[in-house]
Structures are given as structure tokens and as C-alpha cells.
């Protein structure tokens, strides 16, 4: 079965890194693209990076271009989000989420069957 | 704001049928694209409950349904059960700035 666990989350201070990790199993992970939803405490679900299956394309929101970088690393099957230049406005709980079908394009009318867990990452000084 | 609205909070009796409306425009649900629905307990992962406007994926209970028609859609669950008692959320493909993928606000639902 499809499991997906995050890690990498904590309280960090604005200005600062962090790099969270999804490590995937039960599915072939380089045959998905995998997705960033985070959630900022009281509010509702925001979509924040995708990557394509095979790791060649990749869109960021608005709100986290330019400082965060989404990867992946196939032999590893783990999904990564580098998180630089972080502010409150990032807090939140972060799920990684799997499409519904394979080999799909980077942009395209999909819905995601599979998240994991969540880590919470916390800015503040 | 969200670019697809829901209403803040729907109750019901266990038993009975609610729904949760999910309105969008004409660059995402009125476009054509498919709307789809999470359920969302406290703490837990979203969890996908119908996806392309209607079809549930296994393991999901007959007594969540969902339609679409022109720029709204609507989730029912019938027979209401005390373990419905989650935050509902639906999604959207979107083409304009707000996109690509875009979630309606959330409803709590509350088993009354």
C-alpha cells in the first residue's frame, strides 16, 4: 500500500533554511508527480510546488518562488522541498501528495490519492 | 480568499443527508476542469474522497456522492455518522494567477 512519510520539520528563525523530506514506497515513485500542500495553523489547504515524474519540470505558488526549490531523488524514492529565506508567513504543516495517475503532464486537471503524515515547520524568532 | 468558495461550517443530525457546495469561475470549474473532494480529520492527512466531479475511490462509502454543474459543484453524504465529523475541502485545476491547483476554503461539518 501507498505510504508516505515527511520529515524534516521544526522551529526555525526567519531568513533561515530548512529541507523537508517525503520518502514514498508501496507505488513506483518515478512514475508519479508528486505535489507540496501545506496548511498554516487556522486556515485552509494551499497547493505550493509540483514536480513532474521524471524530475525535468517543476512549478512553484507564487508566494514561495524563487525561495523554494522542489527535487527528487529516484533512487532513493524520496521527494525533497529546500526551503531558503523562510518567514512567518511559511508556517504551517506540509504534505507531500501523490497524483492519481502516472506519466501524467506537469500541468493538468489531476487530484491527489495519496499524502503523507505532515511536518510541521514553525518561523519565528 | 479563496479561489473556490465554500461555506465556513454545514450541521446535521446523524441520519440525516447535508451538503457542502464548492463555486468556482469561469477559469477553473466553469472551464470545464473536474472538481475534487478531501476529508480532513484534526491532525490527520487530507484523505481524497471523490475525485473527477463524482467517482469515489475504494474503500470510500456509498454515502458520499459528487456533482458538478457549470461553475459549482456539491458533495452529499447521506446517512450522517458521527465519524463524518471533518473538515471538508474541495479542488480545482485553475488558469488564471491564482492556479494551477487551487482548494476551495474548507467546510467543518458538525454531527449534531
Known amino acids: 500500500q501507498v505510504q508516505l512519510v515527511e520529515s524534516g520539520g521544526g522551529m526555525v528563525q526567519p531568513g533561515r533554511s530548512l529541507r523537508l523530506s517525503c520518502e514514498a514506497s508501496?507505488?513506483?515513485?518515478?512514475?508519479?508527480?508528486m505535489h507540496w500542500v501545506r496548511q498554516a495553523p487556522g486556515k485552509g489547504l494551499e497547493w505550493v510546488a509540483v514536480i513532474s515524474y521524471d524530475g525535468s519540470n517543476k512549478y512553484y505558488a507564487d508566494s514561495v518562488k524563487g525561495r523554494f526549490t522542489i527535487s527528487r531523488d529516484i533512487s532513493k524514492n524520496t521527494l525533497y522541498l529546500q526551503m531558503n529565506s523562510l518567514r512567518a508567513e511559511d508556517t504551517a504543516v506540509y504534505y507531500c501528495?501523490?497524483?492519481?495517475?502516472?506519466?501524467?503532464?506537469?500541468?493538468?486537471?489531476?487530484?491527489?490519492?495519496?499524502w503523507g503524515q505532515g511536518t510541521l515547520v514553525t518561523v519565528s524568532s | 480568499q479563496s479561489v473556490l468558495t465554500q461555506p465556513p461550517s454545514v450541521s446535521g443530525a446523524p441520519g440525516q443527508r447535508v451538503t457542502i457546495s464548492c463555486t468556482g469561475s469561469?477559469?477553473?470549474?466553469?472551464?470545464?476542469?473536474?472538481v475534487h473532494w478531501y476529508q480532513k480529520l484534526p491532525g490527520t492527512a487530507p484523505k481524497l474522497l471523490i475525485y473527477?466531479?463524482?467517482n469515489r475511490p475504494s474503500g470510500v462509502p456509498d454515502r458520499f456522492s459528487g456533482s458538478k454543474s457549470g461553475t459549482s459543484a456539491s458533495l452529499a453524504i447521506t446517512g450522517l455518522q458521527a465519524e463524518d465529523e471533518a473538515d471538508y475541502y474541495c479542488q480545482s485545476y485553475d488558469t488564471s494567477l491564482s492556479g494551477p491547483w487551487v482548494f476551495g476554503g474548507g467546510t467543518r461539518l458538525t454531527v449534531l
Open positions: 501528495a501523490k497524483v492519481i495517475s502516472a506519466y501524467e503532464l506537469l500541468f493538468g486537471d489531476t487530484s491527489f490519492d495519496s
Open positions: 473527477g466531479n463524482s
Open positions: 469561469s477559469s477553473n470549474i466553469g472551464a470545464g476542469y473536474n
Open positions: 508501496g507505488f513506483t515513485f518515478s512514475s508519479y508527480g
